[in-house]
């Protein structure tokens, strides 16, 4: 019978045996990974929503608050599944004012109400241009962008309107964008 202690220094013999003749670094990675259980990774999209909105308030002595003109940076990240667009705009009819200067005075300054959006990719090529105005059916889900390019996006929103506080009566628009964007979790 062979001793327990003769066996682990048999063991503990054949051990460094085995190591002084692999060539090179014993793979720690490697080693780890016998031991300890990997890590799964699931991917999981969640939305995320950019919002550009006005409500045009119109004060006569301010010409600008008939105006309005926004660029905005939207990040694609890789792997992001879509991009959706959704505007919606309200240009209600004016009423009669029961004062024709007031009527022309709007319409001097403002002779179009109108929303207009350019979305355009991170190579400057403009991937959604959408004009509208009071004819336009409101709100308007443009077509899906697949798989958008990775990069900064800009969106480019030019709108005119007026806004009567003592009628309650404003122009008005929503440009709404949604990312797919994936999320990586860890799960032991």
């Not at 179009?112 to 709100?139: K, S, W």
Request: glycine letters at 4%; one cysteine or more; proline letters at 7%.
């Amino acid at each position: 019978m062979v001793s327990l202690a003769k066996k682990i220094v048999m063991v503990c013999l054949v051990l460094s045996l085995v190591l002084a003749s692999t060539p090179g670094c014993i793979d720690v990675e490697l080693a780890k990974s016998l031991f300890i259980p990997k890590k799964k990774v699931v991917i999981t999209y969640e939305a995320k929503v950019y919002t550009i909105k006005h409500i045009f308030v119109t004060r006569i002595a301010d010409p600008s608050t008939l105006q309005y003109h926004n660029v905005t940076e939207i990040e694609v990240i890789p792997d992001t599944r879509y991009l959706d667009v959704v505007i919606s705009a309200s240009f209600p009819e004016l009423p009669d004012f029961g004062n024709d200067t007031i009527r022309e005075l709007i319409e001097t300054y403002v002779p179009d109400r109108y929303l207009n959006v350019t979305i355009y990719n991170p190579n400057g090529t403009p991937v959604v241009a959408e004009f509208i105005n009071q004819t336009t059916a409101h709100p308007l889900q443009l077509p899906r962008v697949g798989h958008p390019e990775i990069g900064k996006w800009k969106v480019r929103v030019s709108a005119q309107g007026v806004g009567v506080e003592s009628m309650k009566i404003y122009d008005s628009f929503g440009v709404r964008i949604t990312l797919s964007e994936p999320v990586e979790t860890v799960v032991r």
